[in-house]
């Protein structure tokens, strides 16, 4: 049975494919980041009232309670302003 290639197959994966198979393009899988991460929970943890909505957050302690750098924190409360009450 003849093979062919798929056009779009990701780096690495088996790029060979019978010429039965369905032409269905691959779901792309998104890119999670920490600072993803930390906003939700920043976001959870207002909605649930753990933080105080419009309440001045420190970077150092969030960080210090989530377990991660500040970086990612820093960025978390950057799109958290940008989103907005």
Do not use: W
């Amino acid at each position: 049975m003849p093979t062919r290639v798929r056009p779009h197959a990701p780096l690495g994966s088996n790029s060979v494919t019978p010429d039965d198979s369905p032409k269905i393009e691959p779901i792309p899988v998104g890119r999670t980041t920490l600072a993803d991460l930390v906003l939700e929970r920043l976001i959870t943890a207002i909605g649930d009232g753990d933080l105080a909505q419009g309440a001045q957050l420190r970077d150092a302690v969030l960080a210090d309670a989530l377990s991660v750098s500040r970086m990612p924190v820093r960025q978390a409360l950057q799109r958290l302003e940008q989103i907005g009450p």
